[in-house]
């Protein structure tokens, strides 16, 4: 049993001492999708963890908005090539409605976090920059340009182009960020002299953000400004010779300071297609997903999942089949992924069920009544009924659909006279008690073997009679969902003269 074992989350809060600083990092340099969901949710379960043994800690996250465009990704318009080269942040927004490139990325992320109760601190790489977070660590990586250099050659077993250096300045000319090179360190001054594939020749403070560390450096350095003990990051970061082994070596030997915990994660696949790759198409945006599931069931799926493993998700019957582990969910994991915001009494698949019955609001509301939920918070319900509805729309697949038949399908002439009986006693039994689902459903099985008939081809008629097909819903709620002067009716015309 899974239940025995300590959850990973606790595994780690065991394992570290003092005061803990958890980072995550993302590049908002398109939709941030479902796979990225998994280093916030993980960094937010052992934030949890953390604190649930009375330890401190605080939640970072760093937006890496002073990364530069690395080419026009097949989403953007054709006209931000001429931004390629440039950090995210100084360029434009290309849909015209934040104030940069980054904040168009970051906006529906942030409010994302907010769904999934994630509230992390939250820093602007270019602002770091700009506001000098990073002065004395660029200093340093330029004064001991060679020891970096040498690191990560032989860790990563790469040559460096000749010329390389540790800092990265912006071209004050072209406004690109990796197109120049040094030609000479002022440390006195904070500032270099570079030269740029432009053409043009400058001095970049790197005081006031006029350039940036290399990825390789920049992590290590931040994990010693941010004070960073623990961090989530993707498994391609993690392999041998990566940028964590460089990122190690260069915090200790450079910035003596000790490299965070490491918790490297697997990735997310959709189901069937593979790796989700906001390039490549491969995805569903977290904004998206929370369209259409809940966000307490999202944070569980990661959640109950150990960080190295695979996850391969399916947002069809997969989903549902995990809003039911988790609607009867205890356990670790299912604390650790539960959420403050009040959520909605009406179980996600007792909703597939009453939105397809339901024409309107007002509708959905007696349904529910009629099927024994109090369907109170009416903020909470809503949000229920429009994730099902997008759920429906989008995921679900074509078995869970359905569409009560306003007037008796054709499909009932096909009926045998068993079955005609059952569906007559059933009306009768709707007349003593339609409110009773479970009493309901045994009802189904008595009735059948009253009449002769196998109890499968009783409920074959109850569908096809309400829905012109042969499956359905379970049919004690699903009945009991419906009003039963309808149901009645339907019933006893569906039987014709067998009553
Ligand atoms: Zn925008
Ligand atoms: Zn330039």
């Known amino acids: 049993m899974e239940e025995t074992r300590i959850h990973w989350a606790d595994v780690i809060a065991h394992a570290v001492e003092g005061q803990q600083v958890i980072a995550t990092g993302i590049t908002p340099s398109g939709n941030i999708h479902v796979g990225n969901m998994r280093e916030v949710v993980t960094a937010d379960a052992i934030f949890r963890a953390i604190e649930d043994v009375g330890k401190a800690a605080r939640l970072i996250y760093v937006a890496d908005t002073y990364d530069p465009l690395r080419t026009v990704y097949p989403f953007l318009p054709a006209a931000c090539k001429k931004y390629v080269g440039m950090p995210l942040s100084e360029i434009p927004d290309p849909f015209g409605c934040c104030s940069s490139y980054a904040e168009h990325y970051l906006r529906p992320f942030s409010e994302s976090l907010g769904q999934l109760d994630i509230n992390p601190e939250v820093y602007r790489a270019d602002q770091m920059y700009k506001n000098g977070l990073y002065t004395d660590a660029t200093k340093v990586a330029l004064e001991r340009r060679d020891v970096i250099a040498d690191i990560i050659e032989s860790v990563s077993k790469r040559k460096l182009p000749a010329g390389w250096s540790p800092y990265n300045p912006l071209c004050e000319q072209c406004r690109r960020i990796s197109s120049a090179q040094i030609v000479e360190h002022t440390p006195s001054r904070s500032s270099v002299q570079y030269r740029c ?53 260069i915090a200790r030997e450079v910035y003596g300071y000790p490299p965070p915990y490491p918790v490297p994660y697997g990735h997310i696949h959709l189901k069937g297609r593979g790796k989700m790759s906001s390039s490549k198409g491969v995805t569903i945006t977290i904004s998206e997903m929370l369209e259409s599931a809940p966000a307490d069931v999202l944070r569980y799926m990661i959640i109950k999942t150990k960080p190295e493993k695979l996850i391969d998700f399916d947002p069809g019957l997969g989903l549902l089949t995990l809003v039911d582990e988790f609607d009867h969910g205890e356990g670790r994991a299912f604390e650790l992924s539960r959420i403050s915001e009040q959520s909605c009494d009406v179980p996600f698949k007792h909703m597939v069920t009453a939105i397809q019955i339901a024409n309107d609001c007002d509708e959905l509301v007696q349904v529910l009544h009629r099927s024994g939920y109090n369907a109170l918070d009416t903020n909470a319900l809503k949000k229920r009924a429009r994730n099902v509805r997008n759920w429906l729309d989008r995921f679900a697949p ?15 002439k096909t009926l045998t006279s068993g079955q005609r009986k059952a569906l007559a006693k059933l009306a009768a039994a709707l007349e003593t008690n339609s409110s009773d689902p479970e009493w309901l459903h045994n009802e189904v099985y008595a009735i059948s073997e009253e009449v002769g008939i196998d109890s499968r081809d009783a409920f074959k008629a109850i569908y096809l009679s309400l829905l012109a097909k042969t499956s359905g819903p379970r049919a004690g709620w699903f009945l009991t969902s419906l009003s039963p002067e309808f149901v009645i009716a339907r019933f006893k015309e569906a039987a014709g003269d067998m009553s």
């Open 197 to 249: 594939q432009c053409g043009a020749e400058g001095v970049a403070d790197y005081s006031r953000g006029q350039g940036k560390l290399a990825w390789r450096v920049d992590w290590p350095a931040r994990w010693k400004i941010l004070g960073v003990t623990i961090e989530p990051f993707g498994k391609d970061h993690a392999v041998a010779g990566g940028s964590y082994d460089t990122g190690q070596r």
């Open 398 to 412: 074509e078995f869970v659909k359905f569409q009560v038949q306003r007037s008796v399908p054709v499909q009932v």
